[in-house]
């Protein structure tokens, strides 16, 4: 079955961190760009973060530039979401996603969440932030 589990969400105080992961199965994620989006409560799907397929490409939104680091381990086909100075507004859903682009880009992010898709989606992961 092709599928992606995240995991790695929970409660942490405001300036805590947290890395989010993401494991593929059923296929080879190294073929894939990446990318992570997050919902807010009453708010949209936004995407944040995403990696093109050779990782030469990255792109974050300015909400989580500087904070937040997307990366990959092939050889374990899981991607990665590193997230550090986390803050109350960070709290929300998180979900990993393939594209079926190979270029990341905001462009591509928006599409995808407007739609929920194209590609493999992750089952969501809370992440919540205290202050």
């Known amino acids: 079955e092709v599928q992606l589990v995240d995991s790695g969400g929970g409660l942490v105080q405001a300036g805590g961190s947290l890395r989010l992961s993401c494991a593929a199965s059923?296929?080879?994620?190294?073929?894939?760009?990446i990318t992570w989006f997050r919902q807010a409560p009453g708010k949209e799907l936004e995407g944040i973060s995403c990696?093109?397929?050779?990782?030469?490409?990255?792109y974050y939104a300015d909400s989580v530039k500087g904070r937040f680091g997307i990366s990959r381990d092939n050889g374990k086909d899981t991607m990665y979401l590193q997230m550090d100075s986390l803050k109350p507004e960070d709290t929300a859903v998180y979900y990993c996603a393939t594209m079926v682009t190979t270029i990341c880009s905001s462009e591509n992010m928006d599409v995808m969440a407007r739609v929920r898709g194209p590609g493999v989606w992750g089952q969501g992961t809370q992440v919540t932030v205290s202050s």
């Open positions: 059923g296929f080879t994620l190294q073929n894939y760009a």
């Open positions: 990696s093109s397929i050779n990782d030469a490409t990255t």
